[in-house]
């Protein structure tokens, strides 16, 4: 076993100095009623050249860009990424560490969270952020909680326009915590219904749930809805699930927002089937004490260097146990250094092309599609980079159709609104710097021809 | 001795991103646009980032490269960190993760054309029921405290369908904080148990009522010591109608050896970044699968990928899921990882994995125990927690951690658990070689003489590093957490 260096030599020296016969007397704490008495039942063992061989077989089970042409966002999205943040990240000094408890000999990782934690509240617009969360359903959980928390209030309002699996993880994480979750309906723009948060929003509701883009790929109006919200002192929370939208849109801080959570994938993760992602949490200053996850801060040595700890640790699990702002541990931390060095590269000005080259695809894309018979646009509101598409022969089949010219032409919507009849026509299309003008046009060309 | 690993060397400084950055200056480029450019209305559109990096590509790679130098890793050398199972992370294991057919998968892939990652998590959630005993497994929590969460919302949802309301969860002093946090996030009071080491059946049937809903274990405990009774305390739970959920941390004492699903553990964690070879990465990604039994399997979070014939699919069917606890389905990236790990070490290997897991923490013990005082004498498992009360010089665990970082070490894991007083947590893991606990016990030798004799090469401690001790008082009293804010 090339991973385990022991030689049987070597092995029985060891007994000897331990003072045991064998191996087996090292577990003789471990009653023999519950000893496993054979063999585990696996595969057998594979070499390192039959495991590539093996792995290469399943890995090619799967579509990939080279086998299809696809347009699917819904919360991951394909997005360039440039061969050094793989270079960089696969520095094993930062991959094969731990958690940095030891701040003299985690310089590196302590120092690239600061520089992380930095870009997050830039791109928010929000005064503190935390060292990451799981993904961004999971961050968005952790926002209704501190909202919860910091409120001493039991309700809190979802957007039906937030991604329905952060909402689903948001109803999980609250199953027991005697919580009033309630949904908000969208308007006809796909966009969160103002009036009818006006109408819900009262004195009860610690917070207010919003994507920024949501679901359908709508901007909504942060500024319009942060009123009615904090008229009634609640919190309003915006959901990111495409971050490359903030190198273009308004910060959520600046118009309102009192926690912004989001899914960090698209700077620079691979799609990965769903995960490893990277959930991120910004919060105003006066929350930073209620915020939950690891945050690292700046400090100085005896000597008067500067260099950087973990910090606030007072409200984490290991310190505060069942008193804690969260159970979380372990976080995301490779993910959150991923998305440091894409972020370093594309820089002030390759974050801003790079979301402007969504906004025009996706706008073209929109444009060329409300032109082709049996197709609409059911949204009016501003879009970045996905947008709804109503196909009046139902939008299972069409998109049916487009795989067999081998385009995945966007995600249904009707599996996630069952309730909703009108959402069964309804898909949603995701264009992103990654296509060309050649390659909308493929997609629009199968849509018009019936999908041939 | 030798001379220890740790000597000095040139340390390359870097400023932070923000600091370096020059105007104008860019590291990527992309293709000329090639449709019209679309403009949104001006009130949605944001000025300039203030203060965002503009740096070269060569900037990047240099800073990040000068500030990796500065971390250690297990690549580096030996990380006995206590609890967190630092094994040696496959280098194949990267590369098979990075496969296109697995980075490239979307999650939104239609399922025929996502046979790839389906089948290979299938494939995965049978091995680690075989290895735990259990009957099912989910694979989405993103790590142990996840996975410890998803658990405990499965035996809270069980118990409600049974019709039982309960309101407190047992948890011993030996615990993972981790463990009460998530109690206290489904809702539950924590009661502690006393255990003196090892926890015994008296001692949970003395607190055992109607009223408790689970007993969350670790096993082994986080002194390295097997939970001797464990099957009796499974029994006095379940006779009183509670469960017993086990944190699975410290699974790497027991490949193949015993299954907590065989112990009457009703629901366990896993942690593949720990048992499993996975990366750390610097505090994740990990993954947090949780086994459960098959009365208990009908709450799993969905969807769940099944094989129906020969296709696989995502089980979403299921109306008393608990729901989901992430976005997707899991880290499946680290579930690449892991697989891999386990079709190369097969069933010997991962036996054969915990065997010298724990032959190489008693070889540590045996060496170190006549000048480190061992609290509980009982035969360690895969850890082994010694205490600094004879360290002398006025010296304390904090002092030896920092001063075994100069020798050229990842220190242990230490004033946990919280039960030993200056608690020194050492878990060497199975990958480590003979030579390198040698040497790793020579340095914590050297270092106990040193206490006695010169306790100032303690106390300073380190030395040799890019920094000295940070004053985390003054962190955390005026909090600095980004870039452009007052000096603290």
């Given at each position: 076993m090339?991973?385990?260096?022991?030689?049987?030599?070597?092995?029985?020296?060891?007994?000897a100095?331990i003072?045991?016969?064998?191996?087996?007397?090292l577990?003789?704490?471990?009653?023999?009623?519950?000893?496993?008495?054979?063999?585990?039942?696996?595969?057998?063992?594979?070499?390192?050249?039959?495991?590539v061989?093996?792995?290469r077989?399943?890995?090619?089970?799967?579509a990939?860009?080279?086998?299809?042409?696809?347009?699917?966002?819904?919360g991951?999205?394909?997005?360039?990424?440039?061969a050094?943040?793989?270079?960089?990240?696969?520095r094993?000094?930062?991959?094969t560490?731990?958690?940095?408890y030891?701040?003299?000999?985690?310089?590196?990782?302590l120092?690239?969270?600061f520089?992380?934690q930095?870009?997050?509240?830039q791109?928010?617009?929000?005064?503190?952020?935390n060292?990451?969360?799981?993904?961004?359903?999971?961050a968005?959980?952790e926002?209704?909680?501190?909202?919860?928390?910091?409120?001493?209030?039991r309700k809190?309002?979802?957007?039906a326009?937030?991604?329905?699996?952060?909402?689903e993880?948001v109803?999980?994480?609250?199953?027991?915590?005697d919580?009033?979750?309630v949904?908000?309906?969208?308007?006809?723009?796909?966009?969160?219904?103002?009036?009818a948060?006006?109408?819900?929003?009262?004195?009860?509701?610690a917070?207010?749930?919003?994507?920024?883009?949501?679901?359908?790929?709508?901007?909504?109006?942060?500024?319009?809805?942060?009123?009615?919200?904090?008229r009634?002192?609640?919190?309003?929370?915006?959901?990111v699930?495409?971050?490359?939208?903030?190198?273009?849109?308004?910060?959520?801080?600046?118009?309102?927002?009192?926690?912004?959570?989001?899914?960090?994938?698209?700077?620079?993760?691979?799609?990965?089937?769903?995960?490893?992602?990277?959930?991120?949490?910004?919060?105003r200053?006066?929350?930073?004490?209620?915020?939950?996850?690891r945050l690292?801060g700046?400090?100085?040595?005896?000597?008067?260097?500067?260099?950087?700890?973990?910090?606030?640790?007072t409200?984490?699990?290991?310190?505060?146990?069942?008193?804690?702002?969260?159970?979380?541990?372990?976080?995301?931390?490779?993910?959150?250094?991923?998305?440091?060095?894409y972020?370093?590269?594309l820089?002030?000005?390759?974050?801003?092309?790079v979301?402007?080259?969504?906004?025009?695809?996706?706008a073209?894309?929109?444009r060329?599609?409300?032109?082709?018979?049996?197709?609409?646009?059911?949204?009016?509101?501003p879009?970045?980079?996905?947008?709804?598409?109503?196909?009046?022969?139902?939008?299972e089949?069409?998109?049916?159709?487009?795989e067999?010219a081998?385009?995945?032409?966007?995600?249904?919507?009707?599996?996630?609104?069952p309730?909703?009849p009108?959402m069964?026509?309804?898909?949603?299309?995701?264009?992103?710097?990654?296509?060309?003008?050649?390659?909308?046009?493929?997609?629009?060309?199968?849509?018009?021809?019936?999908?041939? | 001795?030798?001379?220890?690993?740790?000597?000095?060397?040139?340390?390359?400084d870097?400023?932070?991103?923000f600091?370096r950055?020059?105007?104008?200056?860019?590291?990527?480029?992309?293709?000329?646009?090639?449709?019209?450019?679309?403009?949104?209305?001006?009130?949605?559109v944001?000025?300039?980032?203030?203060?965002?990096?503009?740096?070269?590509?060569?900037?990047?790679v240099?800073?990040?490269?000068?500030?990796?130098?500065?971390?250690y890793?297990?690549?580096?050398?030996?990380?006995?960190?206590?609890?967190?199972?630092?094994?040696?992370?496959p280098?194949?294991?990267?590369m098979?993760?990075?496969?296109?057919?697995?980075?490239?998968?979307?999650?939104?892939?239609p399922?025929?054309?996502?046979?790839?990652?389906?089948?290979?998590m299938?494939?995965l959630?049978t091995?680690?029921a075989?290895?735990?005993?259990?009957?099912?497994?989910?694979?989405?929590?993103?790590?142990?405290a996840h996975?410890?969460?998803?658990?405990m919302?499965?035996?809270r949802?069980?118990?409600?369908?049974?019709?039982?309301?309960?309101h407190?969860v047992?948890?011993?002093?030996?615990?993972?904080?981790t463990?009460?946090?998530?109690?206290?996030?489904?809702?539950y009071?924590?009661?502690?148990?006393?255990?003196?080491?090892?926890?015994?059946?008296?001692?949970?049937?003395?607190?055992?009522?109607?009223?408790?809903a689970?007993?969350?274990?670790?096993?082994?405990?986080?002194?390295?010591?097997?939970?001797t009774?464990?099957k009796?305390?499974?029994?006095?739970?379940?006779?009183?109608?509670?469960l017993?959920?086990?944190?699975?941390?410290?699974?790497?004492?027991?490949?193949?050896?015993?299954?907590?699903?065989?112990?009457?553990?009703?629901?366990?964690?896993?942690?593949?970044?720990?048992?499993?070879?996975?990366p750390?990465g610097?505090?994740?990604?990990g993954?947090g699968p949780v086994?459960?039994?098959?009365?208990?399997?009908?709450?799993l979070p969905?969807?769940?990928?099944a094989?129906?014939?020969?296709?696989?699919?995502?089980?979403?069917?299921?109306p008393?899921?608990?729901?989901?606890?992430?976005?997707?389905?899991g880290?499946?990236?680290?579930?690449?990882?892991?697989?891999?790990?386990?079709?190369?070490?097969?069933?010997?290997?991962?036996?054969?994995?915990?065997?010298?897991?724990?032959?190489?923490?008693n070889?540590?013990?045996?060496?170190?125990?006549?000048?480190?005082?061992?609290?509980?004498?009982?035969?360690?498992?895969?850890?082994?927690?010694?205490?600094?009360?004879?360290?002398?010089?006025?010296?304390?665990?904090l002092?030896?951690?920092?001063?075994?970082i100069?020798?050229?070490?990842?220190p242990p894991?230490?004033?946990?658990p919280l039960?030993?007083?200056?608690?020194?947590?050492?878990?060497?893991?199975?990958t480590?070689s003979?030579?390198s606990?040698?040497?790793f016990?020579?340095a914590?030798?050297?270092?106990a003489r040193?206490?006695?004799?010169n306790?100032?090469?303690?106390?300073?401690?380190p030395?040799?590093?890019?920094?000295?001790?940070?004053?985390?008082a003054a962190?955390?009293?005026?909090?600095?957490?980004?870039?452009?804010?007052?000096?603290?």
């Open positions: 090339r991973y385990i260096p022991h030689t049987e030599a070597e092995v029985n020296r060891m007994l100095a003072g045991v016969e064998s191996v087996t007397d577990f003789g704490t471990v009653p023999a009623t519950v000893r496993l008495k054979r063999p585990l039942n696996l595969p057998e063992p594979l070499s390192e050249a039959e495991l061989r093996e792995f077989r399943l890995a090619a089970n799967d990939t860009a080279s086998s299809h042409l696809a347009f699917l966002g819904g991951a999205y394909d997005h360039f990424i440039p050094a943040v793989d270079h960089l990240i696969s094993s000094e930062f991959y560490a731990y958690t940095p030891q701040p003299e000999i985690s310089q590196g990782t120092q690239a969270v520089e992380f930095t870009l997050i509240c791109l928010t617009g929000m005064d503190q952020a060292a990451s969360m799981y993904d961004g359903a999971s968005c959980a926002a209704v909680l501190m909202a919860v928390r910091s409120k001493k209030r809190v309002l979802l957007s326009a937030l991604h329905p699996a952060y909402r993880t109803a999980t994480y609250c199953r027991y915590l919580l009033d979750l949904t908000l309906p969208w308007s006809n723009d796909g966009a969160t219904d103002p009036a948060l006006e109408k819900m929003m009262d004195d009860q509701t917070g207010v749930v919003v994507g920024y883009p949501n679901f359908f790929g709508v901007i909504e109006d942060l500024a319009d809805l942060a009123r009615p919200v904090h009634h002192r609640g919190l309003l929370i915006a959901a699930q495409e971050p490359i939208a903030l190198g273009l849109l308004r910060p959520p801080g600046e118009l309102g927002a009192d926690i912004v959570v989001g899914e960090g994938q698209s700077f620079g993760i691979p799609l990965s089937f769903g995960g490893p992602y990277l959930g991120f949490f910004a919060a200053r006066e929350a930073i004490r209620s915020m939950p996850g690292v700046e400090s100085v040595d005896r000597d008067g260097r500067r260099g950087f700890v973990l910090t606030l640790a409200r984490e699990q290991h310190i505060r146990r069942e008193k804690a702002t969260s159970n979380i541990c372990s976080n995301q931390a490779l993910c959150a250094l991923v998305a440091t060095v972020l370093s590269l820089g002030r000005q390759g974050l801003r092309e979301a402007e080259q969504n906004l025009a695809k996706a073209y894309a929109h060329s599609i409300k032109a082709i018979e049996g197709f609409s646009i059911p949204f009016k509101g879009v970045f980079n996905e947008f709804v598409v109503e196909a009046e022969s139902g939008a089949g069409v998109l049916t159709d487009l067999q081998g385009i995945l032409g966007g995600i249904p919507l009707g599996r996630f609104y309730n909703i009108e069964r026509g309804r898909f949603l299309v995701c264009v992103t710097e990654q296509h060309s003008k050649k390659e909308i046009d493929a997609l629009t060309a199968a849509l018009a021809g019936g999908g041939a | 001795m030798k001379k220890p690993i740790g000597i000095s060397g040139l340390i390359l870097e400023p932070l991103l600091e950055s020059v105007p104008g200056r860019r590291g990527c480029d992309l293709p000329p646009l090639d449709v019209a450019k679309a403009n949104l209305p001006a009130k949605l944001r000025d300039d980032i203030e203060g965002f990096p503009e740096l070269s590509e060569v900037d990047v240099r800073h990040f490269t000068r500030l990796s130098t500065w971390n890793g297990v690549d580096s050398g030996f990380y006995p960190l206590g609890s967190c199972t630092m094994k040696y992370n280098k194949v294991n990267e098979v993760a990075r496969l296109p057919g697995f980075a490239g998968a979307h999650p939104h892939l399922e025929h054309l996502a046979q790839g990652t389906l089948s290979l299938v494939h959630q091995a680690l075989e290895i735990s005993g259990f009957h099912a497994v989910t694979l989405q929590p993103a790590a142990g996975g410890e969460l998803t658990g919302l499965i035996i949802a069980a118990l409600e369908a049974r019709g039982a309301s309960r407190k047992l948890i011993p002093d030996t615990a993972h904080g463990n009460p946090a998530t109690a206290a996030l489904c809702g009071e924590v009661v502690p148990v006393a255990s003196d080491g090892i926890l015994t059946a008296a001692a949970v049937a003395r607190v055992m009522d109607d009223d408790v689970a007993l969350m274990v670790t096993n082994p405990n986080t002194l390295g010591l097997f939970e009774e464990i009796e305390i499974c029994d006095v739970v379940h006779q009183r109608g509670g017993v959920y086990c944190d699975g941390a410290n699974l790497n004492a027991l490949l193949g050896i015993a299954r907590p699903g065989d112990m009457g553990i009703d629901v366990m964690h896993f942690n593949l970044h720990k048992t499993f070879s996975t750390h610097g505090g994740g990604p993954s086994g459960v039994t098959q009365d208990l399997a009908p709450f969905g969807p769940v990928p094989k129906n014939g020969k296709k696989y699919y995502l089980d979403d069917n299921r008393q899921s608990i729901g989901r606890v992430l976005a997707f389905y880290n499946f990236g680290i579930m690449v990882r892991a697989w891999a790990y386990i079709r190369t070490l097969g069933a010997a290997g991962l036996r054969r994995a915990s065997e010298m897991a724990v032959l190489n923490a070889y540590i013990r045996a060496r170190l125990e006549p000048s480190f005082h061992l609290p509980h004498k009982t035969r360690s498992l895969h850890e082994v927690v010694f205490s600094d009360r004879d360290l002398g010089g006025g010296c304390h665990t002092d030896l951690a920092k001063r075994l100069d020798y050229g070490y990842h894991t230490i004033y946990f039960v030993v007083k200056g608690a020194i947590m050492i878990e060497p893991t199975e480590e003979k030579e606990l040698d040497e016990c020579e914590m030798l050297a270092i040193e206490a006695k004799e306790p100032e090469n303690l106390l300073k401690a030395t040799r590093t890019k920094v000295g001790r940070l004053d985390e962190a955390a009293r005026r909090p600095c957490l980004k870039w452009g804010e007052e000096e603290p």
